[in-house]
Structures are given as structure tokens and as C-alpha cells.
């Protein structure tokens, strides 16, 4: 598993954002790490290689927000999900043409599509963040082995 360790935000940030530039439309990456580890940060960074212009900041109060960049960007936050067995019509998002990111994706387990990109987030310091991406199907191998290069 490939694994990168990170020493400030704007690093995370660069990292999603040369991620983003290999992703194709209808890709789903999940972020998993505990309050405070950088999901939203890294969202920053891949909605910046999508292009996208507007602010991207925590959903917490909305599951999902939508942006729009070079394809759209759909922001799921599924902490407020933990308790609900319910579909939310999740597939019009993963398949609605642009990039998918799930924080706390475990909530939503049932409903993630089998082919994702699983990143995990974990603090180790301050300012670093060990990043570990693991691939759900082949089309993501090459993305997760380059991933910080
Ligand atoms: N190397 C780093 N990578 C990412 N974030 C970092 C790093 N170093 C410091 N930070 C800081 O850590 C915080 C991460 O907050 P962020 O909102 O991204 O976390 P989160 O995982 O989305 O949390 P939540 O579960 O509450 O949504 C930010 O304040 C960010 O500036
Ligand atoms: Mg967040």
C-alpha cells in the first residue's frame, strides 16, 4: 500500500490536487481519519485540480454538497449518517459524471461502489499526516502508486 507523510496542509492539499488531475469522471475516493485529520483539506486540494472556484469548507449541517469545476465535484460527509440504513440516492452521485469524495465513508459502507479509491488520513504530528491510499479495482493501481510523486 502505497503511503506518503505529509508536513503541512498545503502539502495535503498539492497532493490532491495532482490526484485530481488523473481522476476520471465517475470516481469515488473515500477519506477516512479521526476529527481534525485533514479530510476536508485534502477535499480542498483535489477541488482545486478540478478547477473548482468557489470555497470548499466541512458539510457538516449539509450531506452533500455539489461544486462545480472542469466535471463537478460531489462533497459526502457522512458523519451525520451513522444511524441511518437509508440510500439517499447515493448513485446519482457517484455516477453523475464527476468525482465523488466520502468522508467517514464507514457510515455509508453499504452503498459505496466496490470500485473506489480508499485514503486514509492519520496524524502523526502537529503538521504531519500520513497519507495511505489503497486501491478498490485495477483503474485505481497506477493512481494510488503514484500518488505524491
Ligand atoms: N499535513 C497536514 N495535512 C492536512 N491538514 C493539516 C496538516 N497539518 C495541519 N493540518 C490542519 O489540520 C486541520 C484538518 O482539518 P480538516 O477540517 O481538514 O479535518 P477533517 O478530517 O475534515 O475533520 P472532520 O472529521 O471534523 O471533518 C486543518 O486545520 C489543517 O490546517
Ligand atoms: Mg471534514
Redesign the pocket.
Known amino acids: 500500500m502505497k503511503e506518503i507523510l505529509?508536513?503541512?496542509?498545503k502539502?495535503?492539499q498539492s497532493v490532491a490536487q495532482q490526484l485530481a488531475r488523473k481522476l476520471r469522471p465517475n470516481s469515488t475516493i473515500t477519506?477516512t481519519?479521526?476529527?481534525?485529520?485533514?479530510?476536508?483539506?485534502?477535499t480542498k486540494g483535489l477541488g482545486a485540480g478540478l478547477g473548482v472556484k468557489r470555497t470548499i469548507n466541512?458539510p457538516?449541517f449539509t450531506i452533500v454538497k455539489t461544486y462545480s469545476g472542469n466535471i463537478p465535484l460531489y462533497h459526502i460527509?457522512a458523519?451525520r449518517l451513522e444511524d441511518s440504513e437509508e440510500d439517499i440516492g447515493f448513485d446519482d452521485y457517484f455516477y453523475g459524471g464527476g468525482i465523488t469524495v466520502v468522508?467517514?465513508p464507514q457510515f455509508i459502507e453499504p452503498f459505496l461502489p466496490t470500485e473506489r479509491l480508499d485514503l486514509t488520513?492519520e496524524r502523526k504530528g502537529?503538521?504531519?499526516?500520513l497519507i495511505r491510499c489503497q486501491p478498490r479495482g485495477v483503474s485505481f493501481e497506477k493512481i494510488c502508486e503514484e500518488l505524491g510523486q
Open positions: 505529509t508536513h503541512t496542509a502539502e495535503t477519506l481519519g479521526d476529527l481534525g485529520a485533514g479530510k476536508t483539506t485534502f466541512s457538516t460527509d458523519y468522508e467517514w488520513i502537529e503538521d504531519e499526516r
